[in-house]
């Protein structure tokens, strides 16, 4: 439900009495992700999505049922072979909706945590008791936590414990508890979400393919940072679409910034005394992806400069050069969605191959959906 914390938020602050459903997981060709969610006010209006159209529908109505008679439950979702079209995903794949009314409890402060673009993780059950369906926890970076998913405080604090963990990696997707420390004596299966400040591109070299990128990255979600040493072309009206701009050496801002293991580099400096002091540094960092802009020549050029000055032949490995998939890409805007398309796959293990006629799983990361006592209707 945090993918949508902001119209939720604004909902909470309205008094509105409201449903939500969130994919708890899902299996084979399933369209949306586990944390993605559909909301249900008691007008009737609707916001989100679970599953790109095709069991919306039945989905609303459960939504509409929870603020009627203030229940939580979990149903399956999948294909149909008796009618393609009844309530199924025409797409082969299963997911497993959790359903809950929103009435107080820690949601106000997990949406206001991901709105503010605090860290936190909000860790709920989806499998379990039926009278501890939907109790919620929400976890703190520093391990503390509120709420209580209503057994005994040892289970709270194990969940916390689950929770932060997946915190740590940014992580959204479902953990079961043992029988320790629960008071009904079976395991327990929680759905955490977590929310995490987004994750950042720092784009250096202010040039007009920069430009491109950077409208990218912030459609895909990023905090995008333009860095470059010319103040004459780092300036926000070139870039007014970037969360930052610094005019600084790249390797400089590089060495004095903060970055994790999401954080994307893109060298479109294309000039070695920028390049090769910034790529030294970037690819001994943890980072999700280093990738810098030339051609076949300029690269052997650069990696040749880069052996000179230490840079070891694993971490030479790690550069993305020339950046971008082959798209046959021409303007700065082809060019963008090259690297980004390039972003994307390295980031889900994707091929960047044509799907068409190919025998590889359209979604890379798509856990199955735990077996246990959920129910199905299709």
């Not at 250096?204 to 979600?221: H, P, Q, T, Y």
């Not at 005394?273 to 540094?281: G, I, N, R, T, Y």
């Amino acid at each position: 439900m945090l993918d949508i914390a902001e119209e939720l938020h604004r909902w909470v602050e309205q008094g509105r009495e409201f449903a939500v459903a969130t994919v708890v997981a899902v299996g084979g060709s399933a369209p949306r992700q586990p944390g993605a969610a559909l909301a249900v006010d008691s007008d009737g209006t609707a916001i989100g999505s679970v599953s790109g159209g095709c069991v919306e529908g039945a989905v609303y109505d459960l939504c509409t049922q929870a603020l009627e008679d203030g229940k939580t439950v979990v149903e399956r979702f999948g294909y149909s072979d008796e009618d393609a079209f009844a309530v199924g995903l025409t797409c082969g794949g299963i997911i497993d909706i959790l359903v809950t009314p929103v009435r107080g409890g820690v949601y106000p402060a997990a949406l206001e945590a991901a709105v503010s673009g605090e860290a936190a993780a909000l860790a709920r059950i989806v499998e379990g008791p039926a009278d501890l369906m939907g109790r919620a926890l929400l976890v703190r970076p520093d391990g503390s936590y509120e709420g209580g998913l209503g057994g005994h405080p040892e289970l709270d604090r194990t969940a916390a414990g689950e929770a932060r963990a997946m915190l740590d990696g940014g992580r959204t997707g479902t953990v079961v508890i043992g029988e320790d420390g629960s008071r009904c004596g079976q395991p327990l299966t929680l759905l955490v979400e977590s929310s995490v400040p987004p994750p950042r591109m720092i784009v250096f070299g202010a040039i007009d393919f920069a430009s491109a990128l950077v409208r990218v990255g912030k459609f895909l979600g990023y905090h995008v940072t333009v860095c470059d040493a010319r103040p004459v072309f780092a300036t926000p009206a070139r870039f007014p679409e970037a969360d930052e701009i610094v005019v600084e050496w790249p390797h400089r801002y590089l060495a004095s910034t903060e970055v994790d293991g999401r954080t994307v580099l893109c060298v479109l400096t294309h000039d070695a005394k920028f390049d090769v002091p910034l790529l030294e540094a970037a690819l001994k960092l943890p980072v999700a992806y280093v990738g810098a802009m030339g051609s076949r020549r300029t690269h052997e050029d650069r990696n040749k400069r880069l052996r000179e000055v230490g840079v070891t032949e694993l971490e030479l490995a790690r550069l993305r050069s020339p950046i971008g998939l082959d798209l046959g890409a021409r303007t700065p805007e082809e060019t963008a969605l090259s690297i980004a398309a390039e972003i994307v796959a390295n980031r889900r293990g994707g091929t960047g191959a044509s799907l068409t006629g190919a025998h590889t799983p359209i979604h890379h990361d798509s856990p199955r959906p735990p077996a246990g006592r959920i129910g199905s209707v299709a």
